[in-house]
């Protein structure tokens, strides 16, 4: 706390005043968070001219936001599991708005209409590919975040019809620098 209120260039008292610990500090920070990310993902969703265009645009994006270790969410986890249920709530709310999503990416066929919704949201789920990472961390010499980025590409690129793979194709070639 001391070093929070030092970088802050405010007295520890202040801090108490506005939360009651570090757990409702980390639980703030997080929910805000949670609440820029889901704002920018409805935002991209809604200026999109399709949902694929959309979809790659936020994986694109995740390439780009600096994400915490895979070691600071086992601490949340084994440390603040008032704050894991937050992360799990929020976690819940973004996999029913993923599942509107994919309704919406079949109807318009883009996505394959034999989908498993729960599997295929598991498999979206970027949390997955963070916890694989992190497992595989010392034998990935690669960047973290562009593999993250291949590795939902061709997840998508999975569950997609001919028509969602034309624009998941034509998306990867007019990336800047795109050796895809």
Known sequence: MDDLASSLGISKRTIYENFKNKEDILKNCILVLQ?????????????????MYGCLQIINDIRYTQSPTVKFWEDVYKYYPQVYQCILEDAEKSNIYLKQLLEEGIKDNYFRKNLDFDETVFILDISTYIKIIGIYSVRVPLSRTDLIFNIMVNMLRGISTAKGIEIIDKYIADLPHSNN
């Open 35 to 51: 609440e820029n990310r889901n704002r920018r993902v409805i935002v991209t969703m809604r200026q999109s001219e399709n949902i």
